[in-house]
């Protein structure tokens, strides 16, 4: 099985994403929101890079039945219905709605391998399913969402944590790129939980405007069994699509 792993969206190479699938990590929280907001009934999210898109996007599709949600440095885009803490996405609030979503570094991410075969999200909330979905692969690209640009400790965390769950029970050795070999290493070294977040720079910007309770919800370890899919834009349950509301399942 060959691996390449892409720190930030920045780095990704659209050559080695086409025709491959591709998972999106954004621990801290993009893909840690989208999972729990599936779980909790939320029909589709849609990803945008800019919040200009999400409004166009939103008023486009009718706000009866669609949320704005996202953030800036950590805070709720001032307008929108909801920002970017899991906590937020509980069943009372998106059950049967379907939410645009643009936030700092993950929905660039998921623009960033549009080109992949398949696009899973991945987070620690989700990682035994997703490992589960993709074995059997031959080829895959991990892209982290990153921190502005930057190499994001929880994210690579995660990565190595998913090509770990990949590799049990596999003779052969995986072949993996130079950023491979570093998320492999780090899960080797650490394990995850709140404490673990707190240490990181994306855990310590959160605890400074306030949303430090986050980080509990992002380190809970496949809360859900459960594996979002984009396609054309629309990341959801595929097996849920069209189900009535109140009838998730997977959790």
Known sequence: MTIDVFFSPAVVDEASVEGRPAVVIDVIRATSTLVEALANGARAIIPTVSTEEAVRLASSLG?????????????????????????????????GKQLVMTTTNGTRAFAAVEGAARVLAASFMNLSAVAEALDGVPSLVIACAGREDRFSLDDALCAGMLI?????????????????????????????????????????????????????????????????????????????????????AGT
């Open 63 to 95: 706000r009866e039945d669609t949320f704005l949600c996202g953030e800036r440095r950590g805070l709720k885009v001032e307008g929108f219905d909801l920002g970017n803490s899991p906590g937020e996405f509980t069943a009372e609030v998106v059950e």
């Open 164 to 248: 770990q769950s990949l590799q049990e029970g596999r003779e052969e050795e995986m072949e993996l790129n130079d950023a491979g070999r570093v998320a492999a290493d780090l899960a080797s070294k650490y394990t995850v939980d709140a404490e673990f977040l707190r240490s990181t720079a994306a855990g310590r910007a959160l605890i400074e405007v306030g949303l430090d309770g986050d980080l509990e919800l992002c380190a809970s370890l496949d809360r859900h069994a459960l594996v979002p899919e984009m396609r054309e834009r629309r990341i959801s349950i595929p097996s849920q699509e069209g189900q009535a509301p109140g009838s998730a």
